[in-house]
């Protein structure tokens, strides 16, 4: 059957919502096979970097990792976000569906579905001397340990020792 080749686009603004610029990489979390005519197809754990400019993603091909003739079952990718004037990297773990809509899926979709690869979930990171309670509120929701979290008023924000 061969891998499904599925684009990933996106948009990005930075906090004056002025288009950013920065790049995008996927890493998959192993080497990938997929037989086909002509024999194995091997999909590689080599970083694939794309460049976001005037808040555009470039072109972005990723083999879909959720295909069943695919293996080993359950890869996904690490997703690393670089933007320009952000110290910080954002970094987020998602599978890549084959079934995305005429073959693209939307950076924010796989951001809103990752947390969970296969049947194991990524634990989100917590600082126990700095965490809200909207940070743990949130989550319970992300590991499905709560459906719903209220958000509780201002003054109710911080744990104290």
């Known amino acids: 059957m061969g891998f499904t080749l599925i684009t990933i686009t ?9 288009p950013a610029n920065g790049r995008l990489s996927a890493t998959l ?6 037989l086909e005519k002509g024999g ?18 470039a072109t972005l091909k990723l ?25 910080e990297v954002f970094t987020f773990k998602a599978q890549v569906p084959h079934e995305a809509t005429e073959g693209e899926i939307d950076y924010t979709e796989l951001l809103e579905n990752s947390g969970k690869v296969g049947t194991k979930k990524i634990k ?30 201002p003054d109710a924000n911080e744990f104290t020792k």
Not at 45 to 50: E, L, M, S
Request: hydrophobic share 35%.
């Open 10 to 18: 996106g948009r990005f603004s930075d906090a004056t919502d002025k």
């Open 124 to 153: 989100p990171k917590l600082n126990a001397e700095q965490t809200t309670i909207n940070e743990v509120a949130s989550a319970l929701v992300a590991l499905e340990l709560a459906e719903w979290a209220q958000t509780p008023s």
């Open 63 to 87: 083999c879909a990792n959720d295909d069943s003739d695919t293996l080993p079952q359950r890869t996904y990718y690490t997703f690393e976000l670089f933007l320009f004037g952000v110290q």
């Open 40 to 57: 194995l197809n091997t999909a590689s754990t080599q970083p694939i970097v794309t460049s976001i400019e005037n808040g555009k993603l």
């Open 29 to 34: 979390s192993e080497t990938m096979n997929s």
